[in-house]
């Protein structure tokens, strides 16, 4: 079933375009989807995507825009008028609709609005454009099939024969009071069931899930993922329905998040694509990268100040990349379960007993590896043993240290309302890098005495 | 909306469970949704979590197991006889109660199946047990709606009525042959906007996406992200009908997927979750950790190998950490956006290219990098000029080849069929910490030469 993008297929189909052959062209989109046509466009020179989206109609190319990539999304409406851009929309759900024309410039949104011919629509859309990003508000359609609760199951199916035709899925049937207020839902298995003199009020469940205009978008995902949800109703302060949420958007909310969160874990500092420009990949990779320059610099101090081991022990020297890298590794551990543990909801219990728990797996990490390690400098490198007890001593508060700091900061962070996973990565690696070198150094000044 | 768990609740549940005030503890949990109560039993000590499997019914406890974290649930089922646990089966779909069935014992696993009043669930759950773990007939369930292209829409709306019934959610009806292969589909929208004198054939569309029973989840997942599906139907070789799978499902393998990429890039060898055991996370985290150590041991033979440049250049070993930190930063950077890259199906054009595009981006970071390193090192540090070029110059070779590395060992990976996610992490970081090492002082041999 899947569509492959083959490079003779792209090259059959640039030379249609060379030939202007449209009707071909036409032809040969006939049954791909438009998500597939999106993913051919992404691979064309400009100016043939310009051309397809051009010779093909509003209804497929409309969807087809929804699915682009957002670069090249933004430089085929560079090149189309408000009126083309308007017509798009037009076949659009609010919801998207809303999406492309707040990529715009605000005078550009004013003129493609005003070239709307649906009222309705463009109401919508400024409705939409309205909310806040990551708001429920921001994420939510207008459509949706809504009833009040006097109707009766014959009265409602007949309204619902109208109100269906916008409406591409209908998950649920949304029942209002006279200020359209929700009091219930039905779905349409109900409503086949159910004889046609019956009233809406007798077979709707009165116990309905909504969320709030303003609500937090992964806050969303996390209810209609733990309730199982595929669409969720939105309602404003009063209870009044404004709008609902499909699980198709919330399946995009959760895929973005969780990039977002390993991206941040592997040191970008803003979201990024394979694709994007090396400008582009270069900016995002830098910031964290001197961060990590500057931390270098600091543990370059460190071992700066430690010199007088130079002399009677330069094979401490030799360690610290080992040591600074467990550190690293540990530290990354603790802060990954801990992230994951406050994005699922499942931290509980305690700090104490939080903290009682990291100590004991540093303990129990921090043992075996010690012994290994103190072991096998011992045998292979010839150390002597005040050496290995200092390295293996070193490595055990070192990797009990990580995992505290690893915990912990993680753990601050999401209490003063930033983003955990910001933790994780090079931040915790740099620190964790000069915290073990210096507990290094001065266990060893302890043990060796220079 | 959400149900907040506190601890006033769980104490005053804990001494109605104590006084076996059954009653008062229906009341308690009877608008409580499963998947809060499921919560709330996560919670419990163990005597309790069975106490209210117990009193409540089995409709209400059947989608409780099915919610609980599996240690728990594992014990609970432990804790009942083959009977009671083919209660609870009984009221479950056919997906969650082959996963459910699927942890038991073989032996208890026919016993269960055999204390099933359901005839039909029990035949459907052994084809269901009988497919390979993390492929569509695994996921699927066997409920759906299923008609016959030669129908009318009045008739089919009879047998609907029927079949519907035994069905959660009605995504889509799917339509079959006589022999029972898919051909097409409808949705109940469709079916209510007909007229009830159409024909099945008529008003179903033609062209449906199906998924392969042996189908992995993942391409399952991106199938129907992709396409912005809510149920696939699922065939077999000869394209007969045999199941569904429904979003919520879905949502779950993406959650699933993207922890355990989360997880494997952090340093973890196997599944974990924050409320584990200490011996489980431990379990989890020593393995590579263990290669990590092992990492750094060859590092400190590298470093050992130098140790000629210890007279006249001590300084030198002040920066063997930074240039680790710095390669091993640059290659997870490298590496997570490629694995990124593979996920999402977004990784194209030729390796060549690729590669010029890593290098383009080492250059470019390598060079701010070194230039603020030098000035700092020269500035402060008082540095001569040779060792200021000698560590800037290592810089730069040091992060272009550990781009290159980042990028190409996850590619490599993918390319022999290994999660190229077990790239990321401690691999990288331990083998750049080594490679960085070793280029920062043969380039200094080369310059100070010592």
Chains 1, 2 share one sequence.
Request: with cysteine; proline share 2%.
């Amino acid at each position: 079933m899947p569509f492959e993008i083959s490079d003779d297929f792209l090259d059959n189909l640039s030379e249609l375009i060379a030939k202007d052959q449209s009707k071909e062209i036409t032809t040969l989109f006939e049954d791909v989807h438009f998500a597939d046509i999106a993913e051919v466009l992404d691979e064309l020179d400009f100016d043939e995507a310009i051309y397809i989206i051009k010779l093909l109609d509003s209804e497929k190319t409309s969807e087809i825009l929804t699915e682009l990539e957002d670069d090249i999304r933004e430089k085929i409406l560079e090149n189309l008028s408000a009126k083309e851009i308007a017509n798009e929309i037009g076949e659009m759900d609010s919801d998207d609709a809303a999406d492309i024309i707040g990529e715009l410039s605000v005078e550009r949104q004013d003129r493609v609005i005003k070239a709307l011919n649906d009222e309705e629509l463009a109401a919508d859309i400024k409705e939409l454009l309205s909310y806040e990003e990551n708001t429920a508000g921001a994420l939510m359609a207008k459509e949706l099939v809504k009833v009040y609760e006097t109707w009766t199951v014959a009265g409602c199916m007949r309204r619902i024969r109208g109100q269906a035709k916008e409406v591409t899925r209908v998950h649920s049937i949304y029942v209002v009071d006279k200020q359209d207020k929700l009091v219930g839902r039905l779905s349409l298995k109900d409503l086949i069931i159910a004889k046609s003199d019956q009233k809406i009020a007798d077979i709707s469940k009165d116990s309905v899930d909504s969320v709030n205009v303003d609500e937090d978008d992964e806050e969303i995902a996390k209810i209609m993922a733990k309730y199982d949800l595929e669409a969720i109703p939105v309602v404003d302060k009063n209870n009044v329905l404004v709008g609902r949420i499909t699980i198709d958007d919330i399946v995009d909310v959760i895929r973005d998040e969780a990039d977002k969160d390993y991206q941040m874990a592997a040191g970008f500092s803003k979201d990024v694509e394979v694709n994007d420009t090396i400008w582009e990949l270069t900016k995002a990779r830098l910031p964290w990268l001197i961060l990590a320059l500057f931390g270098g610099f600091i543990s370059v101090s460190v071992l700066g100040s430690f010199d007088g081991a130079m002399k009677n022990y330069p094979e401490l020297f030799f360690f610290t990349p080992l040591i600074a890298a467990m550190a690293g590794n540990v530290g990354v551990q603790s802060s990954a379960i801990i992230v994951q543990g406050l994005a699922n909801d499942s931290l509980r219990g305690s700090l104490f007993k939080r903290l009682l728990k990291e100590i004991l797996q540093g303990l129990l990490n921090g043992f075996v590896l010690a012994a290994l390690l103190m072991s096998a400098g011992m045998l292979f490198l010839g150390f002597p043993l005040n050496l290995g007890v200092t390295v293996a001593a070193s490595l055990i508060s070192v990797i009990i240290i990580a995992s505290i700091i690893g915990t912990f900061i993680p753990i601050i962070l999401a209490k003063r309302g930033i983003d955990p996973a910001l933790a994780t990565g090079p931040f915790i690696t740099t620190s964790n890098d000069i915290l073990g070198i210096l507990i290094y150094f001065s266990i060893a000044q302890l043990v060796l005495g220079f």
